[in-house]
C-alpha cells in the first residue's frame, strides 16, 4: 500500500542556541550566515527541493527574527530597487517562501521540553501522510539534496519511518541517536532498536543518525505517550524507538556532505568547505594558507 508523498515539513527553531552565545543573544542561531546564506535558508531551499508543500515552524516568541527572514518583504525590496540594487531585491524574493507555492504555519513551543515535544508542537498543523522533520543545524551539502534523495527512496523501504544516517567514530557516538542494525542493503539499514547518546561501551553501532527523518504520523501518538528521557525532554529518538515495532524503522546513508553548525567547528568547516569551492574566496585562503606555513616555520 502506498505510504503517501511527503507533503509537510516540519522546522524545530526554538533552540536558545547557547552553544553560539554572545551572538545568539539577539540573533536566533538559525540565522547565523554560512558567509551569507543563513542556516535557515538551506533547509527551506532543500524542502522545497523535495516538493513539500506546507511548511511548519516550530518555534518561539523571542524569535521572531526567524518569520521575518522566512517571509516576503515588499517594502524592503521595493527600496533596494529604488535604490539600483535590483538584483539584490531578486535575490530575497527567491529566497522567501512564495505563499502561492508552499504554506507556512509559525507554531510556538514555549517552554524547551526537547525535540519530540517540538514535533508533537507541530501535530495539528501538518497535512495528512508522512512527514519531514529538517534541523536547521545540521547542514548538508551535496550536489543532491539530502531530503530529496529520502523522499525518494521512501517508498523502497518497508518502514514507516526512514532517518539519514552516517557512520561515525565509536569515541563519538554519545553524541547521536544510534540504530541498532539488522542489516544493510546498499543506502538502507534495517534497524531493530535506537538508543539516544549512548556510551561507546554500550553502543549498539556505530550508525548515527543525524538531521533528517521522514516520519509515519503514528510518531505523534508515540510521542503523546513518550516521557521525559536524557537531560529531562521529551526525545524523538525514544518514541522513534517505542513505535518500531508497528512502524519499522530504516536508516538511509545519504550521499552529501554533513557539517554540525549547532558547534562552532562544524560551523567554521561548512565555511571553508564552501569558501575552498568558491574561486571568489581563492585570494583570501591563499593568504590565510601561506602565512599559515610563515608562522610555523617562525
Do not use: W
Request: aromatic fraction near 6%; include cysteine; charged fraction near 20%.
Amino acid at each position: 500500500m502506498p505510504k503517501g508523498f511527503v507533503r509537510t515539513a516540519v522546522f524545530p527553531v526554538a533552540g536558545l542556541g547557547t552553544r553560539f552565545l554572545p551572538a545568539t543573544k539577539a540573533t536566533p542561531k538559525e540565522l547565523l550566515p554560512v558567509i551569507d546564506t543563513p542556516l535557515i535558508q538551506y533547509a527551506i531551499d532543500e524542502a522545497r527541493d523535495a516538493g513539500v508543500e506546507r511548511m511548519v515552524f516550530v518555534s518561539h516568541p523571542s524569535k521572531s527574527a526567524i518569520k521575518h527572514h522566512v517571509m516576503d518583504n515588499a517594502d524592503l525590496r521595493a527600496t533596494l530597487r529604488e535604490r539600483g540594487k535590483a538584483h539584490l531585491a531578486r535575490e530575497l524574493q527567491e529566497a522567501a517562501i512564495d505563499q502561492d507555492d508552499h504554506e507556512v504555519i509559525f507554531v510556538m513551543q514555549h517552554e524547551p521540553l526537547g525535540l519530540g515535544h517540538a514535533v508533537l508542537c507541530a501535530r495539528d498543523s501538518v497535512l495528512p501522510g508522512p512527514i519531514a522533520v529538517v534541523l536547521p543545524d545540521d547542514l548538508i551539502l551535496g550536489p543532491k539534496g539530502c531530503l530529496s534523495e529520502m523522499v525518494e527512496a521512501y517508498e523502497e523501504v518497508e518502514s514507516g519511518h526512514l532517518l539519514a544516517t552516517m557512520n561515525v567514530p565509536k569515541q563519538e557516538v554519545s553524541k547521536y541517536g544510534v540504530l541498532s542494525v539488522v542489516d544493510q542493503s546498499g543506502p538502507f539499514i534495517k534497524a531493530n532498536g535506537m538508543v539516544e547518546k549512548p556510551e561507546p561501551a554500550d553502543t549498539p553501532s556505530t550508525v548515527a543518525v543525524v538531521g533528517r527523518y521522514l516520519l509515519d504520523q503514528s510518531i505523534f501518538e508515540a510521542l503523546a505517550r513518550q516521557t521525559p528521557g536524557a537531560g529531562g525532554e521529551v526525545q524523538l529518538t525514544d518514541a522513534i524507538a517505542a513505535d518500531i515495532q508497528g512502524t519499522g524503522l530504516s536508516g538511509f546513508q545519504f550521499s552529501g556532505q554533513r557539517f554540525d553548525c549547532g558547534s562552532k567547528q562544524g560551523m567554521l568547516s561548512a565555511m571553508l568547505h564552501l569558501a575552498q569551492n568558491d574561486p571568489e574566496f581563492d585570494d583570501v585562503l591563499r593568504e590565510f594558507i601561506d602565512a599559515g606555513h610563515t608562522l610555523n616555520a617562525a
